[in-house]
């Protein structure tokens, strides 16, 4: 009881935080905007929060959400504190997908999609590739991931070579570097949805992803088709960050500091912790979009100030793993 009344107080006090930090980052920017100049109908403020503030605040909070829930999922099916989307080719794909759009088609929105594309068939070369070998198993999967990572990354240097210096290479590089500039409302839609839908299946097939945490021998005594689980809960969490990152590119350490976070609080590994996990990955991105504008003159990409949380954050848990043994 007392470590249920333990759970939910995180849960409020994660849901209140993520709730302020979004509130804020509709109102901190280069242009200044304020409550009285909303209310007052003022033309430009109002363009401004609809069309960039809105977009990055939803942004902010439910990618933030996606990835930190989806590196629960990715580090309790591979029972590996250390997994992430990338351990399957997501990241590297997303890039040379997102290189491919810049170098050949035109426009924001065709970027994205062809960034979404680059991640999905990423993913799904790694889970073909892990289901014709032998073993079939986690292990099988992480082999095939390293793989098609590779090939991925070979694609994204060929790209890179052909690419104009003063324009297109630049392009990607800023890409790669992740940020939630030029985000429009009305083009994500789309993402969003797709977000929210695999969002709810994963909350849905918790249990099976528990169970995927247990020894395959053990899973298969208690009815599980393990394999079959593994791959619809890995597909299905790659199409949510997938989703994600096609729109804000890459973003570094959240989807392993906020899982990480919630089993620190909690000290388990339910339900309540994979829904902290995504309120903690919400806040993160949310607070790390609002230093990225906010800081320098220059608009900087959001993985620098997740990386300069997630550094000390793993330098910590080295330090804690060590005072242990």
Not at 28 to 53: E, P
Request: glycine residues 10%; contains cysteine.
């Amino acid at each position: 009881m007392e470590s249920k009344n333990k759970a939910n107080l995180y849960l409020i006090a994660g849901s209140v935080g993520l709730i302020l930090l979004t509130a804020a980052s509709l109102f901190i920017g280069k242009y200044r905007i304020t409550l009285t100049g909303l209310i007052a109908g003022d033309s430009m403020q109002w363009r401004i929060f609809l069309t960039l503030r809105a977009s990055r605040a939803v942004i902010g909070a439910i990618g933030g959400f996606v990835l930190g829930m989806a590196g629960f999922v990715y580090q309790t099916v591979f029972r590996n504190p250390l997994a992430s989307p990338d351990i399957i080719g997501v990241s590297s794909g997303a890039s040379a997908g997102a290189a491919f759009g810049i170098l050949f088609l035109s426009g924001s929105m065709a970027i994205t999609v062809s960034a979404f594309a680059g991640a999905v068939c990423s993913v799904i070369l790694a889970l073909v590739l892990s289901s014709i070998t032998a073993g079939r198993d986690g292990h099988s999967i992480v082999l095939a991931g390293i793989a098609v990572h590779s090939l991925a990354q070979t694609a994204l240097v060929c790209l890179k070579l052909i690419a104009d210096p003063e324009k297109q290479l630049a392009s990607i590089e800023y890409w790669i570097m992740g940020s939630l500039n030029g985000i429009s409302i009305y083009s994500i839609k789309g993402n969003i949805i797709l977000c929210l839908f695999c969002s709810v299946i994963l909350f849905l097939l918790y249990r099976q992803i528990i169970l995927l945490s247990l020894d395959d021998n053990e899973g298969k005594m208690l009815g599980v088709n393990v394999q079959q689980i593994r791959l619809i809960v890995l597909l299905i969490a790659t199409l949510a960050v997938s989703g994600v990152i096609s729109m804000t590119g890459l973003i570094s350490f959240v989807s392993l500091l906020a899982p990480h976070g919630a089993r620190l609080l909690l000290k388990n590994n339910r339900l309540s912790t994979m829904l902290l996990s995504g309120l903690i990955g919400g806040c993160l991105l949310t607070m790390g979009d609002i230093f990225a504008r906010s800081i320098a003159s220059t608009e900087l990409p959001v993985s620098i100030f997740t990386s300069l949380l997630g550094v000390p954050f793993l330098i910590y848990l080295c330090i804690r793993r060590s005072d242990r043994i």
